[in-house]
């Protein structure tokens, strides 16, 4: 695990970074949605169907009046029960912590560097509710690296990145993605930050045990440290 503070690197440059995502994430038409077991509408879907899943999506934030939804970090979720296996044996204690923030919003929708980047590494993890196409950017800091993570996006765009590349704050390298290409899941980007790969290229862990909560926020700090968005702050 990561020996540095990332969090506090991240929190004396807030002012450096650019959008993920060219909306704005502290306007009203932005909500905060529930993937937790505290929120009953979750009981009875059938997460396992796309369609009815993204229907879901489209219910609560039209209850909220809302057109984006976001939240997630350090959300114990129930949502991954839609992808027995994949998180871990189910045999044994569910990985269910979410390491990064999600923005559930339409297909499409352009995503860019916050700040000025190396492509790290770019995989199609194309597993039924894994990221789908994946892209982690290398970026530093007071000559500290380290790297964001954005998962569920566009097969076409990411298959024209080559690791080395290089970005430009602001610049557009990819796409939200559709199903089935992004995971299989309802249109959102996950965005996650990450302090130290652990040796890992294309893929991250972006659920985590529970129980193992302090070293995995410390591993990948709070995402809204970049997005800054009102409605995820405490």
């Not at 502290?26 to 997460?47: G, H, K």
């Not at 959102?188 to 302090?195: N, P, R, T």
């Not at 862990?205 to 800054?228: S, Y």
Request: glycine content about 8%.
């Amino acid at each position: 695990m990561s020996g540095f503070d990332l969090a506090a690197l991240l929190e004396r440059h807030q002012h450096e970074f650019g959008p993920v995502l060219p909306v704005d994430l502290n306007s009203a038409e932005v909500t905060r949605l529930d993937f937790t077991a505290q929120n009953p509408t979750l009981a009875q879907a059938d997460l396992r169907d796309t369609e009815a899943f993204e229907a879901l999506v489209a219910t609560l934030l039209e209850e909220k009046n809302a057109l984006i939804g976001v939240g997630g970090y350090l959300e114990n979720r129930v949502i991954y029960r839609r992808s027995p296996g994949l998180f871990g044996d189910p045999a044994v204690p569910a990985r269910s912590l979410h390491l990064g923030v999600d923005v559930w919003l339409r297909a499409g929708t352009p995503v860019l560097a916050p700040l000025e980047a190396t492509v790290h590494s770019v995989a199609d993890n194309d597993n039924f509710g894994d990221y789908g196409p994946t892209v982690i950017l290398q970026h530093e800091l007071e000559g500290v690296p380290f790297y964001t993570l954005y998962g569920h996006l566009g097969r076409a765009e990411v298959v024209l990145l080559r690791p080395g590349m290089t970005l430009e704050k602001g610049q557009k390298f990819a796409e939200v993605g559709p199903h089935p290409e992004n995971g299989d899941w309802p249109p959102h980007l996950h965005f996650q930050v990450i302090a130290n790969m652990l040796g890992r290229e294309g893929d991250f862990p972006g659920v985590a045990l529970p129980a193992e909560r302090e070293q995995w926020a410390k591993l990948c700090p709070d995402p809204n440290l970049i997005l800054q968005s009102r409605w995820l702050s405490a």
